[in-house]
C-alpha cells in the first residue's frame, strides 16, 4: 500500500510563512489533498492539486507538486494563530476513491 | 455546501454495551461514506467504506461484526460499535464524496468520541 510521511511538527511565528512538506510513494495517486484538524474536531478540506498540476494556489495556501520526487508541500503565507492545527497531506490510492492519510503535522504558531 | 455530520459528538459507555454513531450528509447525496478511527496524536485508519445499499468493505484486520455498518440511504450511514470494551475508545470520523468528477474528494464530519468504561 501507500505510504505518505510528514514532519511530525512545526513552529513559526505569526506573520511568517509556513511550509508543510509530505512525500508519498503511490504515484497513481489521481488527487492530493490538504486537510486542517483542530483540537477534538474532523477533518477541513483545504486545497487539492490534481496530478498534473504543479502549482495551485489558493488566497494564502500555495501547493507545490513535484510528481518526479513524489514530494507535496503547503506553503501558507502570513501564518496567523488561527492557523494552528494538524495538518495531513492524503493521495487517492490505487486509482481507487480511498485515500491514504500522511502522518500529519502538528503546526503551531507563536506571537 | 458538502456538510457531513455525525451524531453524537462523545459517547461513554459501558463495557459490553452496543453503541450507533449516525453519519449524515446535510446538502448532497452521497454516493460512497467512508468510516475512520482515529487514535490521540495518530493519523486517521480507514476501517471501512460503505455505498449506499450494499455491504460495506472492511478494511484488513477490521471485525465486521463487531464494526457494523448501516447505510441505508444516499444520506445516512450508521456505525455501530458491538459489545464495546475499552480498547475500542478511540475518535471516530465518517467522511463522505459526492462522486462524479469530485469521487475523490472527501468532505468530514466532526468526529465521535467513544470512551468506553
Known amino acids: 500500500g501507500e505510504d505518505v510521511e510528514q514532519s511530525l511538527f512545526l513552529s513559526v511565528r505569526e506573520g511568517d510563512s509556513s511550509v508543510i512538506n509530505c512525500t508519498y510513494t503511490?504515484?497513481?495517486?489521481?488527487?492530493l489533498y490538504w486537510y486542517k484538524q483542530e483540537p477534538g474536531a474532523g477533518l477541513q478540506l483545504l486545497t487539492y492539486i490534481f496530478s498534473n498540476m504543479d502549482m495551485k494556489q489558493d488566497q494564502r495556501l500555495t501547493v507545490l507538486l513535484n510528481k518526479k520526487d513524489k514530494h507535496l508541500s503547503l506553503r501558507i503565507a502570513d501564518t496567523q494563530t488561527g492557523d494552528s492545527a494538524i495538518y495531513f497531506c492524503?493521495?487517492?490510492?490505487?486509482?481507487?476513491?480511498?485515500?491514504?492519510f500522511g502522518t500529519g503535522t502538528q503546526l503551531k504558531v507563536e506571537l | 455546501g458538502a456538510v457531513v455530520s455525525q451524531h453524537p459528538s462523545w459517547v461513554i459507555c459501558k463495557s459490553g454495551t452496543s453503541v450507533k454513531i449516525e453519519c449524515r450528509s446535510l446538502d448532497f447525496q452521497a454516493t460512497t461514506m467512508f468510516w475512520y478511527r482515529q487514535f490521540p496524536k495518530q493519523s486517521l485508519m480507514l476501517m471501512a467504506t460503505s455505498n449506499e445499499g450494499s455491504k460495506a468493505t472492511y478494511e484488513q484486520g477490521v471485525e465486521k461484526d463487531k464494526f457494523l455498518i448501516n447505510h441505508a440511504s444516499l444520506t445516512l450511514s450508521t456505525l455501530t460499535v458491538t459489545s464495546a470494551h475499552p480498547e475500542d475508545s478511540s475518535f471516530y470520523i465518517c467522511?463522505?464524496?459526492?462522486?462524479?468528477?469530485?469521487?475523490?474528494?472527501?468532505?468530514f464530519g466532526p468526529g465521535t468520541r467513544l470512551t468506553v468504561l
Open positions: 467522511s463522505a464524496t459526492l462522486g462524479g468528477a469530485l469521487q475523490f474528494t472527501q468532505y
Open positions: 503511490d504515484s497513481s495517486s489521481t488527487y
Open positions: 492524503a493521495g487517492s490510492t490505487g486509482g481507487g476513491n480511498k485515500l491514504t
